[in-house]
């Protein structure tokens, strides 16, 4: 092989192009093998990245990945292949494999960034933490999947605004899912005034929880005295409903719990200050000046 490539360098050097007319003809069954082995090469790429494209519908994988993996798989064999035949033909691949690799590196150094939000696109698309038409919450942005790219994920706020997040920053912060079970559940708590009969509060509860279809029987409701706050009596109201019900009942049960309590005669309380006023002498001259 070496002895070509020099051979083939001295003809050229000398202008022999007789010489190098003979040579190509002497390495014409190495041409066609080379040419041989990229066809049968490039089907056999393609059809591994079909089998890819196969193993991960198999897994769940997001489909809009599928198209991408191939291409990189299919790329990098049909690379492979050419490499190859090009060593075939006794030419040295080594100083293109090195130039290949040194683009590689100063590619990812110059792109550190891109590289870092496609690989985390690449992971959410693969693990799956969320998908679209999820609603998720991340640190102080929270609102409904509405696409996830490579680079980037799309939300959808509550009310209607669109927020870009770099998939970069969903991987490395805590993330939460509100919509990845079936049902949820609602921590709810009404006050009560101390004066108020308490198993009458809770029985209320029951009655406004139970008239309510959206809210499930299994897990059952928990009703209980939560705590004794300094001017009121806290009772916890823990139901549970699907996921895609909870707003709801939330609302529902915000406005059937205050007229219920209002039906019921069970009172709200609300903040007030109590003045009590001393029988201490010097307090009594001071206030008749």
Not at 35 to 43: A, C, T
Not at 148 to 172: A, C, E, G
Not at 268 to 283: A, C, K, R, T, Y
Request: hydrophobic share 45%.
């Amino acid at each position: 092989m070496i002895l070509m490539k020099l051979d083939l360098a001295q003809l050229i050097k000398k202008n022999d192009f007789e010489g190098i007319k003979a040579l190509i003809i002497s390495k014409i069954p190495l041409i066609i093998g080379a040419l041989i082995m990229i066809l049968i090469g490039f089907r056999i790429a393609n059809l591994i990245g079909n089998i890819a494209v196969k193993a991960m519908k198999a897994k769940g994988v997001d489909e809009s990945i599928h198209s991408f993996i191939r291409t990189i798989i299919v790329l990098i064999l049909k690379i492979i292949v050419i490499l190859s035949a090009i060593s075939t033909l006794g030419i040295n691949i080594n100083s293109i494999i090195a130039a290949l690799g040194a683009t590689g590196i100063a590619a990812g150094l110059g792109l550190q960034e891109s590289v870092s939000q496609f690989a985390s696109g690449i992971s959410i698309l693969i693990n799956k933490p969320f998908k679209s038409g999820d609603y998720v919450e991340l640190e102080n942005v929270s609102g409904k999947v509405k696409e996830i790219k490579l680079m980037y994920t799309t939300l959808i706020t509550l009310d209607n605004k669109q927020i870009i997040v770099p998939n970069s920053h969903i991987t490395s912060n805590n993330l939460i899912n509100y919509t990845s079970q079936s049902k949820r559940r609602l921590d709810l708590v009404y006050s009560i005034s101390y004066n108020t009969d308490i198993a009458k509060a809770k029985q209320v509860l029951y009655e406004v929880v139970n008239n309510y279809e959206l809210v499930l029987k299994n897990p059952e409701p928990i009703i209980a005295v939560k705590e004794h706050a300094s001017n009121s009596i806290n009772i916890a109201c823990y139901v549970w409903c699907n996921s895609t019900d909870y707003w709801d009942v939330f609302y529902y049960m915000q406005e059937q719990v205050k007229i219920a309590f209002d039906s019921n005669g069970v009172s709200i309380p609300f903040e007030q200050l109590d003045l009590h006023i001393s029988n201490d002498n010097s307090l009594n001259d001071i206030l008749s000046k």
